[in-house]
């Protein structure tokens, strides 16, 4: 891979993020795997960024806040979706970031009360 400049390839990642985005808003899997493949490429490319070109810290620092700020973003619509999945099919296996199974915690099915 051809060095990049670093705002150029922070600009990726973060229109990459965008777009994984608006495919969890959408709600549609196949749209949020298809965001997978460019948020991958996009974050290679950060391992090729040409550290010669760091010559404005400024504006670099305020693209990777924003670039920060839809990663958050991804997570809390990813995190929202999972919940929402656990309510829907509470049955279901469903994994972690990580990749790992999470673990249920199964609760009485009645309801304590006290007359």
């Not at 924003?66 to 991804?74: D, K, Q, Y």
């Given at each position: 891979?051809?060095?990049?400049?670093?705002?150029?390839?922070?600009?990726?990642?973060?229109?990459a993020l965008t777009g994984l985005a608006k495919a969890l808003e959408s709600g549609q899997p196949d749209d949020v795997l298809a965001a997978e493949r460019p948020l991958a490429d996009a974050t290679g490319t950060l391992a090729t960024i040409d550290h010669a070109s760091l010559t404005d810290p400024v504006?670099?620092?305020?693209?990777?806040?924003?670039?920060?700020?839809?990663?958050?973003?991804?997570?809390?619509?990813?995190?929202s979706s999972a919940h929402m999945l656990e309510a829907v099919h509470p049955d279901r296996n469903s994994y972690?970031?990580?990749?790992?199974?999470?673990l249920r915690v199964i609760g009485p099915r009645s309801v304590n009360s006290q007359v």
């Amino acid at each position: 891979m051809t060095p990049l400049n670093a705002i150029d390839a922070i600009e990726r990642v973060h229109a990459a993020l965008t777009g994984l985005a608006k495919a969890l808003e959408s709600g549609q899997p196949d749209d949020v795997l298809a965001a997978e493949r460019p948020l991958a490429d996009a974050t290679g490319t950060l391992a090729t960024i040409d550290h010669a070109s760091l010559t404005d810290p400024v504006h670099l620092r305020a693209r990777l806040l924003e670039t920060r700020l839809a990663l958050e973003r991804c997570r809390s619509l990813g995190d929202s979706s999972a919940h929402m999945l656990e309510a829907v099919h509470p049955d279901r296996n469903s994994y972690e970031r990580g990749g790992q199974r999470r673990l249920r915690v199964i609760g009485p099915r009645s309801v304590n009360s006290q007359v």
